[in-house]
């Protein structure tokens, strides 16, 4: 007879915001939905903060020169591809500024999205990169219609009230390559030290 083996799996964690500030590991989500087209994958590399990050793959929109398929290797719209979900509870409401850690290597993979408790507002949606290429780089730009390389300030999530809440993070543009995330309520905050 087989000895009875119990496993105990740790639920999945609820980070907690402490005086208007939390940073977080990407590869620590709670749960990744619509991933049947573009799913995240965990990538080990000492070069990422914490050893690991999160990729969009499979990757077929490397260079310009690659076709654009909406709905496939692309999604200007937040909230239909490969969405990362993680929990936490605020003890603060208000205004939280984001910034993301990602790699870009080029002009083809170095967008998000961000949302919160399924809501996709508009000052979440195309934080883009445009410094800081073949690096690890934070940035907290918003890609407009005038401004390709973005806007400084204008990403943000609007907490209403304390609680637990659910950051969502969704793809623009396949191969995107994250690695940890934070909220601040101070604006114009200096760039997070380990850009390079």
């Given at each position: 007879m087989l000895p009875?083996?119990?496993?105990?799996?740790?639920?999945?964690?609820?980070?907690?915001?402490?005086?208007?500030?939390?940073?977080?590991e990407a590869e620590n989500y709670h749960a990744q939905q619509k991933d049947e087209v573009r799913k995240w994958h965990r990538k080990d590399d000492p070069s990422a903060s914490g050893g690991a990050y999160l990729q969009i793959l499979p990757d077929t929109r490397v260079t310009h020169a690659d076709k654009l398929?909406?709905?496939?290797?692309?999604?200007?719209?937040?909230?239909?591809?490969?969405?990362l979900s993680y929990k936490v509870r605020f003890t603060t409401p208000g205004r939280y500024y984001v910034w993301v850690r990602a790699f870009s290597t080029g002009a083809e993979d170095n967008s998000i999205h961000l949302g919160l408790n399924g809501e996709w507002p508009e000052s979440g949606q195309r934080i883009q990169f445009c410094e800081g290429k073949r690096q690890w780089w934070w940035e907290s730009r918003q890609r407009t219609q005038q401004q390709h390389c973005g806007v400084p300030g204008m990403i943000y999530l609007d907490v209403?009230?304390?609680?637990?809440?659910t950051v969502q993070f969704s793809m623009r543009e396949d191969g995107f390559r994250f690695d940890q995330f934070l909220l601040t309520t101070t604006p114009n905050l200096p760039r997070p030290a380990g850009a390079q």
């Amino acid at each position: 007879m087989l000895p009875f083996i119990l496993l105990l799996l740790a639920p999945p964690a609820v980070f907690i915001e402490r005086n208007g500030f939390l940073a977080v590991e990407a590869e620590n989500y709670h749960a990744q939905q619509k991933d049947e087209v573009r799913k995240w994958h965990r990538k080990d590399d000492p070069s990422a903060s914490g050893g690991a990050y999160l990729q969009i793959l499979p990757d077929t929109r490397v260079t310009h020169a690659d076709k654009l398929i909406h709905g496939e290797n692309f999604s200007n719209k937040p909230g239909v591809l490969a969405i990362l979900s993680y929990k936490v509870r605020f003890t603060t409401p208000g205004r939280y500024y984001v910034w993301v850690r990602a790699f870009s290597t080029g002009a083809e993979d170095n967008s998000i999205h961000l949302g919160l408790n399924g809501e996709w507002p508009e000052s979440g949606q195309r934080i883009q990169f445009c410094e800081g290429k073949r690096q690890w780089w934070w940035e907290s730009r918003q890609r407009t219609q005038q401004q390709h390389c973005g806007v400084p300030g204008m990403i943000y999530l609007d907490v209403p009230a304390p609680g637990e809440h659910t950051v969502q993070f969704s793809m623009r543009e396949d191969g995107f390559r994250f690695d940890q995330f934070l909220l601040t309520t101070t604006p114009n905050l200096p760039r997070p030290a380990g850009a390079q």
